[in-house]
């Protein structure tokens, strides 16, 4: 739900939030970005990839080639958001990806009960609320990737 929200695909909010099972490769472009003192389009890949555990023979092909790494989380979920632990070892420390690629984004709700570890204490975070928020989230969203596109030209 949250990547089709970010790739203009569904502009309707679905009742009851499921995980992604598997994973499903979105494309979308990014207009008037600024990148090295230009404006640009920018093409995004978004892989919205399963962070079940019955997926995880497929997270080295996830992990491949990877420029930066959304976790999206519900704060109601108290064991998801230890196991985002174990992902981010996996997806960011072990491939040496800089903590600046990644983004934490927690789903709101109206009760908020889980906090990140201190693990995610140099990653960005954002609240998403669809609802209220929606263009705010965008425009976060789109800091973000421009955040990665300069680091990646920048190497």
């Known amino acids: 739900m949250f ?3 970010l790739c203009d695909l569904d502009a309707s909010l679905p009742e009851d939030i499921r995980p992604t099972q598997g994973l499903r490769i979105l494309e ?3 207009a008037d970005v600024e ?3 230009h404006k640009c389009e920018v093409d995004v890949q978004l892989w919205d990839a399963s962070g079940d555990e019955m ?3 497929y997270w080295p092909v996830f992990r491949k080639n990877t420029d930066g790494v959304v976790f999206v989380y ?3 979920d108290d064991y998801g958001v230890r196991k985002l632990d174990l992902m981010y070892n996996y997806f960011v420390t072990q491939p040496n990806l800089s903590p600046r690629a990644c983004l934490a984004c927690a789903m709101q709700s109206d009760e908020v009960f889980a906090k990140l570890s201190s693990t995610f204490s140099k990653v960005s975070k954002i609240v998403v609320n669809l609802d209220a928020q929606g263009e705010k989230v965008k425009q ?3 800091k973000y990737v421009t955040s990665v596109v300069n680091t990646m030209t920048n190497k």
Do not use: K
Request: avoid cysteine.
């Open 140 to 142: 976060d969203f789109t």
């Open 28 to 30: 979308y472009e990014i």
């Open 55 to 57: 997926y995880s023979s």
């Open 74 to 76: 519900s704060q109601e």
């Open 35 to 37: 990148i090295g003192g």
């Open 3 to 5: 990547a089709n929200f």
